[in-house]
């Protein structure tokens, strides 16, 4: 197969690989050119699109979905799902501007916020790992139950509070940039670096990849899978305090809905929903796309309804782009079609 | 069987061509009916994808295919089914949680009048394609329910319809214990004596020469040769296979034994023991026993992956109770379990990952992985293995099975453990990574691990083991020296019965 001479270079820097590898292609860049048309389209068609107040706008409505899908690319990448992270935000969100009204200094009300959003975490990860619950129903059932919390606490009504003490971390600017994007920032480096740089995110992805073989190969899967979702609970925390900063007020419906988007973004960033594949910097432009998505549509004068209708296309093709390349994949090793297991 | 009779079926120059590679070349094969022709050739040989084009799952892409020496066209799996030609994958297509019955009608249910599911019709219609294999089970049982013997048999009984004509079987035995292997074999004699041709292709030699009546090599996608089974003796089979001779597959200079590294003392749980032994190191010390004797679930009571009732492990004279993988690779245990792809292997992640997994605590600084130096060491363990160096980062699912093999073998040497649990360590593998992995095996025993090494086919467990533990019912029966062991002794013992010596009555068990 290999010819004798190519043995002979060195062994690091593989020479011959296939001439066009899309598969791989698409992997490395295929978002950011989904991106980059979009964001030319915009710029192009879009009134007062390229500004850069305009850019910064959108940078700051994304933060709250982006900080939701940091964690959520955890939850998928070991195989999982976190339908609670919306409820989470509503319940977060109340208890800091409560205890922020009961005389919380703010850095503390903002930890709490977190806090909150990381014991519920756990307990949808000590209920999925520990329990042998499936992640769909143990999440579907604390998105119902958190929901009702937040309505139960705020007896329905939202709790505002014009002198909210940490509503800098949603409406103030450092240095120009808006607070809650540095803290989107923040929050994506130490992803990352999770992920990219540590012997923890190694076993995340092993974990997704194939439970079984991490369990014999020496990964403690249980404790990985609780992780995962106790990091997407303190994100969706963090992202409630956000929320109630920006509308400086306690609101139980805050989130509703919010999962789906941080579902998408994660899937448009590239991430197999079967686990075991994918990357963070993805799921950030995936958020991105959505932003720009949505901010352009408005600046368009497109109609509400007709802003759905493009969003769900684009997330279905984006998707159907990523099947696509499964199958040029498959279809390069030729591994039987029918079967999720390759061949040998 | 006539062979001056037209053939049943007949390939002419049949080629195939997967992007650069050359899956088939211009082969040629031909099928009797009543026939049993044997297919043979190393993973990547192109059994499987003559395979697929008799399944009409790939289109061929030159030469003539020909069924009763008229031309025919299989473009679907439908067409395949219409000429009569049923295919029995190595994985079985079955849904296990559905009734017999249900899958055996799989596809085609029966319908009343009103569009509804005609459940009498169903019934009456699995008894019969069972009736039809010679198969007594009540189709009404769940199909997960069936040992995977049985499941298979159901398998076949779905894919024989009346009309079959051609049955192509891939390594059916490959998940068989010897008792159902046997059931299967007479169900192929069944239906060659009824006139159906069925391709067998296997890896196993035994049960080739048992079974077929010729034999097929292909290599690198080419036809080597056809031969009658009474003109052919298993080193020719496999030198055409390999394209050089192999000599003793099992070949190795003697070993000699070190200090006691595993140390085993009424070792009980899951349902098997209480068992005692010791590995020393430098030495293969084989698990011998048919399916269910135990030998899996004694290795995985070692290795903490099931919870132990009883019993001391000693490794290096220290106790050793792990309560999970976790621990027991910290103690210096690694296994190599029986199932590669369900167990053993990450398959989308690169070969890089698959082998580091276990040892990333040894490159952890402050927290950060040391991304050079795993990737240095990798690479170091990779070429100890002579597995090629540009596949590192490659998903591991692009390697073959006796690569994919050395992989799992490789997490295990860069983590320096002392004892390696082996679970049939060549299942699925050629014969050429076979002779690859016994060498590895010896190697590692010179290098001082202590090897314990479980194996359902016993020329292996005997020539590669220094010692042999066989298995009965949970315990160890009998403790052989391997030079000295014959298959028979094996058999005699992990049977318990006299088996072709009736005169020894129930002995073997002291």
């Known amino acids: ?344 | 069987m006539t062979l001056s009779a037209p053939p049943l079926l007949r390939l002419e120059q049949v080629s195939k061509r997967f992007g650069p590679t050359l899956a088939l070349n211009k082969v040629d094969f031909d099928l009797h009916a009543g026939e049993v022709h044997a297919l043979m050739g190393e993973n990547g040989a192109g059994k499987s994808t003559l395979m697929k084009i008799l399944a009409g799952n790939q289109p061929r892409d030159a030469g003539r295919i020909l069924m009763d020496d008229r031309e025919i066209e299989i473009r679907s799996p439908r067409d395949a089914g219409a000429y009569g030609i049923a295919i029995i994958h190595q994985e079985l297509n079955t849904v296990p949680d559905m009734t017999i019955a249900e899958n055996l009608a799989l596809g085609h249910e029966p319908v009343t009048r009103f569009g509804t599911l005609d459940r009498r019709a169903l019934d009456r219609q699995a008894r019969e394609k069972l009736a039809r294999i010679g198969a007594d089970i009540d189709p009404q049982r769940r199909l997960g329910s069936l040992s995977i013997g049985m499941q298979q048999m159901v398998e076949i009984a779905r894919a024989v319809s009346e009309n079959a004509r051609v049955l192509v079987l891939d390594e059916p035995t490959a998940a068989l214990s010897r008792a159902e292997a046997q059931q299967l074999y007479r169900l192929i004699g069944q239906m060659r004596a009824s006139g159906v041709g069925l391709i067998y292709i296997s890896h196993r030699m035994e049960e080739v020469w048992q079974l077929a009546d010729r034999v097929t090599v292909f290599r690198d996608g080419g036809h080597i040769g056809t031969a009658r089974m009474q003109d052919i003796t298993p080193p020719d089979v496999v030198r055409m296979m390999v394209g050089r001779p192999m000599g003793d597959l099992y070949d190795h200079p003697p070993r000699t034994a070190g200090d006691i590294v595993l140390e085993v003392e009424g070792l009980a749980g899951n349902g098997v023991g209480p068992v005692s032994f010791h590995v020393r190191a430098g030495e293969v010390v084989a698990m011998s026993g048919l399916i269910g004797s135990g030998r899996t679930e004694i290795g995985r009571l070692i290795f903490g992956s099931d919870p132990r009732d009883a019993g001391i492990v000693r490794i290096d004279g220290k106790t050793s109770t792990p309560s999970d993988c976790v621990d027991a690779i910290a103690d210096g245990i690694g296994m190599v379990p029986e199932n590669r792809k369900e167990q053993g292997l990450f398959l989308g992640h690169s070969v890089e990952d698959n082998v580091a997994i276990s040892s990333l605590d040894r490159y952890v600084t402050a927290g950060v992985l040391h991304r050079g130096a795993i990737h240095a060491a990798v690479a170091e363990e990779m070429a100890r293995l002579r597995l090629r160096a540009n596949a590192i980062d490659l998903p591991v699912k692009s390697l073959s099975g006796g690569n994919q093999q050395k992989a799992v073998l490789a997490r295990w040497l860069l983590r320096d453990s002392r004892l390696l649990i082996l679970d049939e360590p060549t299942r699925g593998v050629d014969i050429g990574a076979k002779r690859e992995i016994y060498e590895m095996i010896d190697a590692l025993a010179r290098a001082g691990k202590a090897i314990l090494m479980i194996s359902s086919d016993l020329p292996e467990a005997i020539g590669v083991s220094d010692r042999l533990l066989v298995m009965r019912g949970g315990r160890i029966v009998r403790e052989l020296a391997s030079a000295a062991a014959s298959e028979e002794d094996v058999m005699f013992h992990a049977t318990g019965t006299a088996g072709d010596r009736t005169a020894r009555g129930h002995g073997g068990t002291q």
């Not at chain 1, 009300?109 to 949808?124: F, H």
């Not at chain 1, 994660?266 to 995936?286: M, Q």
């Open chain 1, 1 to 344: 197969m290999t010819k004798d001479t190519e043995n002979l270079r060195p062994a690091a820097e593989p020479v011959q690989r296939e001439p066009f590898d899309f598969a791989r292609w698409w992997d490395r860049v295929g978002i950011l050119v989904v991106l980059a048309v979009l964001v030319v389209f915009m710029a192009v068609f879009a009134p007062n699109f390229a500004r850069v107040d305009n850019l910064l706008n959108i940078a700051r409505s994304i933060s709250v979905n982006a900080i939701l899908a940091a964690g959520m690319t955890f939850v998928i990448l070991t195989g999982g799902i976190d339908l609670s992270v919306g409820s989470i935000i509503a319940v977060s969100g109340v208890v800091a501007v409560i205890s922020a009204i009961a005389g919380l200094p703010a850095p503390a009300a903002v930890m709490l916020g977190m806090v909150v959003g990381a014991a519920c975490g756990l307990a949808n990860g000590a209920l999925s790992a520990y329990m042998g619950l499936a992640p769909f129903i143990v999440t579907l059932g604390t998105m119902t139950f958190l929901r009702g919390l937040a309505y139960t606490i705020t007896a329905g009504q939202p709790i505002v509070s014009s002198a909210l003490n940490f509503r800098d971390i949603g409406n103030g600017y450092f240095s120009g940039i808006p607070v809650p994007v540095i803290v989107m920032i923040i929050v994506y480096l130490v992803a990352w670096f999770l992920l990219e740089r540590t012997r923890y995110g190694r076993h995340v992805y092993a974990v997704g990849g194939n439970p079984e073989a991490a369990k014999l190969a020496g990964v403690r899967v249980k404790r990985i899978i609780t992780s995962v979702y106790l990091f997407a609970g303190a994100c969706a925390g963090l992202a409630g305090v956000i929320f109630a900063a920006r509308v400086v007020s306690a609101q139980p419906t805050a989130g509703t809905g919010y999962e789906l988007d941080a579902i998408a973004a994660v899937v448009l960033g590239g991430t197999a929903l079967a686990g075991g594949r994918g990357r963070i910097v993805g799921t950030l432009i995936g958020s991105v796309i959505l932003g720009v998505l949505s901010t352009g549509l408005i600046l368009m004068n497109v109609p509400f309804f007709t802003q759905l209708l493009i969003k769900g296309v684009v997330i279905i093709l984006a998707v159907a782009i990523d099947s696509l390349k499964q199958r040029r994949f498959s279809f390069r090793l030729p591994l039987l079609s029918r079967s999720t297991s390759s061949r040998t």
